[in-house]
């Protein structure tokens, strides 16, 4: 898992480590965090104010929650 500027990529961490898609998101990712089923990602993005649900078998965001604040997330807790 890497972030970038507006957008998480997903690795395979096997033998050859290698980005295996590069899922554009909202402006300035700042932290991301697996659910604990592992199949989903939570990425807070500090400058658009929102949270971006990432599938990983699909590698597509497909939710984007507003978080109705000013300021973007500082980080993303997720509590099983």
Do not use: C, Y
């Amino acid at each position: 898992l890497l972030i970038g500027s507006g957008s998480v990529s997903l690795l395979d961490l096997g033998a050859e480590a290698r980005v295996t898609a590069v899922v554009p998101v909202g402006t300035a990712p700042i932290h991301a965090k697996f659910t604990p089923s592992g199949d989903a990602i939570l990425a807070g993005n500090g400058l658009s104010q929102t949270i971006s649900v990432i599938d990983v078998a699909r590698a597509e965001v497909v939710e984007t929650v507003a978080l109705g604040t000013t300021i973007g997330p500082a980080d993303v807790a997720i509590q099983p």
